[in-house]
Structure formats: structure tokens, C-alpha cells
């Protein structure tokens, strides 16, 4: 794995929030996601793709 410098990273947007009351109002049967969850299958495919690169 090689890491590359990032070409627009004075535009690149590192962070995003979305005020979601107004979908939550609409879609009242949305599935909701943990954090934790999120952060635990992240994991999960970062390790994956780690073991795709090295074998």
C-alpha cells in the first residue's frame, strides 16, 4: 500500500453534519445506526482490506 499526497486538500471537506429532522419526519420507519456500530464494521472492512492488500 502507497500512500499519495492529496492533490485538493484545501477542498477537501473532512467533516459533515446533516440536521436530519426533517428526513426523520418523512421517513418515520428509517432504520437507525449506532455510532458504535458504524465504528465497529469500519473496522471491520479497513482490516479486510488490509489482508486483500498484503496476500
Same mark, same amino acid.
Given at each position: 500500500m502507497e500512500l499519495v499526497p492529496n492533490p485538493v486538500a484545501h477542498a477537501y471537506q473532512y467533516f459533515t453534519c446533516a440536521d436530519m429532522t426533517a428526513l426523520d419526519s418523512v +421517513?418515520?420507519?428509517r432504520p437507525a445506526t449506532s455510532v458504535a456500530f458504524v465504528e465497529a464494521r469500519a473496522t471491520e472492512l479497513f482490516e479486510?482490506? +488490509?489482508r486483500n492488500a498484503h496476500g
Open positions: +421517513l418515520t420507519d479486510a482490506f +488490509l
